[in-house]
């Protein structure tokens, strides 16, 4: 994922900047690469979701979609529907700000997409100068214009101007500078144990360092790593210390060395070390994502995590393909309903176990060809029934002890079993040479393996936004708990009371 953010100043009011810019499709009336511009369907120029078809000065058509639109705050972002350039996943957004100092615009204009990699520099560039920066000189040169009293025909032709680079902005000043100590209310865990380990306290934040960014939590996600966490079963978390590995938020100060992230920044991450139970932490910036105004908080902290994770399980650990078998265990969890929606999407047949009909009616809607309520039928042989004798091509299992057996006698010949999580306790020791009777392939990902540097991660991430976007998967409103009541989270996730995905609220 290739992240592209330009800015300038406007010497202009912020209403009169605003005025041009949220026109969805006044572009051809000031961008020089743009000839002709449409709305489809009559909408209003401002009408979230309208769709403009423009031509460009060079023949090449495009269509974009407007996301969010906001008067209010200043700010717009839009994506690309249809495009001759693979601008994969393209979103951009526009956001303006009144210059303290004078009667100025801070002007700032960024997307994220996914280009091919032999395209890179080529696509990065065009969006910097023959997009952003030329965008800055039109819009520069029209209000002059304006202020001089020239005529200007709303869509007339103009020639090809010449980007120019944008004004050097100074950093937004921090309201915590680096160096200086402050304090956070957060979940600690003082030694390992259960739930009630989970005690709210306000603990010390250290010093800002020159390459971190302190971020103040607006939702953290739960996951089950956060009771292996808690447990003392993963090393990750060393008492006394703070759980999580996934939250959103937004950067309330940034460190002097640190470049790409800006205090305001709305951003994200799905990643050690551990410490999002917490209303604000530092961290070095290098796996954060940054979130486009289509991506509320709550589903980014409800689901990148696990929507990541159902990246690398459906596309790089088994690579699932139209006409497999898909054997899904503890569907109507937060990753198991993206399994489901994602596996079908892709054109698998999916068999989706779960451990009550409420459980059942919920993976039932989200496209299952088959539900299995495992606490009242032997799955393996429902599998092996509905499949005329075959078995399943893969078999994904988070939970562990209660499934491993039955998981592996579900299995077609050659099957593979991905073992991701062993909510039910661990699976025990198993004689390998059991498994050539059939041939069977057994994986155990660890999730730091495929997402441990940002070239590792970006792919997942865009892959995840992308599906989003399209509504290949969609993430539920997840259910909320008070920060102050992570044990009751942890009681309910661990107890199998939970469908979806759960987040605390600091």
């Not at 409420?358 to 092996?384: C, P, T």
Request: net charge neutral.
């Amino acid at each position: 994922m290739v992240q592209v953010r330009q800015s300038t100043i406007i010497d202009a009011p912020i209403d009169e900047v605003w005025a041009i810019l949220r026109d969805f499709n006044g572009h051809d009336r000031w961008h020089p690469a743009i000839a002709f511009s449409e709305i489809e369907g009559g909408e209003p120029v401002d009408a979230v979701g309208s769709v403009r078809h423009f031509r460009l000065a060079d023949g090449g058509e495009l269509r974009e979609q407007l996301l969010a639109l906001s008067d209010k705050d200043h700010r717009l972002s839009y994506c690309l529907l249809e495009a001759p350039l693979p601008l994969m996943g393209y979103v951009a957004s526009v956001r303006l700000k009144p210059v303290t100092d004078g009667n100025a615009t801070f002007w700032e204009w960024r997307s994220e997409f996914n280009p091919p990699a032999h395209r890179r520099d080529e696509l990065v560039k065009l969006v910097t100068e023959g997009i952003y920066q030329a965008g800055f000189t039109a819009v520069r040169n029209l209000l002059r214009r304006r202020s001089v009293g020239s005529p200007i025909d709303a869509r007339q032709r103009r020639a090809v101007a010449v980007p120019m680079p944008s004004a050097s902005v100074p950093r937004t000043v921090s309201t915590v500078a680096p160096g200086q100590a402050s304090t956070t209310r957060a979940i600690l865990v003082e030694r390992y144990g259960g739930p009630e380990e989970l005690q709210l306290k306000e603990i010390g934040l250290p010093p800002l360092g020159p390459n971190e960014v302190r971020i103040h939590h607006t939702a953290i996600g739960v996951n089950f790593i956060d009771v292996y966490c808690r447990t003392g079963f993963f090393d990750l978390l060393q008492p006394p210390g703070v759980p999580g590995m996934e939250a959103a938020g937004v950067i309330e100060a940034v460190g002097p060395v640190v470049s790409g992230f800006s205090v305001g920044d709305r951003v994200a991450y799905a990643c050690p070390p551990v410490g999002a139970y917490a209303e604000r932490r530092n961290m070095a910036p290098e796996l954060l994502v940054h979130l486009s105004d289509d991506i509320p908080d709550e589903i980014a902290a409800a689901g990148l995590l696990k929507g990541v994770a159902a990246s690398f399980l459906l596309h790089d650990v088994h690579v699932v393909k139209r006409g497999d078998i898909v054997l899904i265990h503890a569907a109507a969890g937060g990753i198991g309903q993206l399994l489901v929606q994602w596996a079908r999407h892709l054109g698998a047949t999916v068999i989706a176990t779960v451990s009550s009909d409420d459980k059942a009616r919920i993976v039932e809607r989200l496209g299952a060809d088959h539900v299995i309520v495992y606490s009242r039928e032997n799955f393996a042989e429902a599998v092996m029934r509905l499949t005329g004798g075959m078995g399943a091509n893969v078999a994904y299992d988070a939970v562990g002890n209660d499934t491993f057996a039955g998981s592996l006698a579900a299995l077609a010949v050659r099957g593979h079993l991905v073992s991701f999580g062993q909510a039910s306790g661990p699976v025990g020791n198993w004689d390998i040479g059991r498994f050539a009777s059939r041939s069977l392939t057994i994986s155990r990902p660890n999730y730091a393996h495929y997402t441990d540097t940002p070239e590792k991660l970006a792919p997942h991430v865009a892959r995840f936004f992308q599906a989003l976007r399209q509504g290949v998967v969609r993430v539920e409103a997840p259910t909320r708990y008070d920060l102050a009541n992570a044990a009751d989270a942890h009681r309910d996730l661990e107890s199998r009371r939970t469908t979806g995905a759960l987040v605390l609220l600091p």
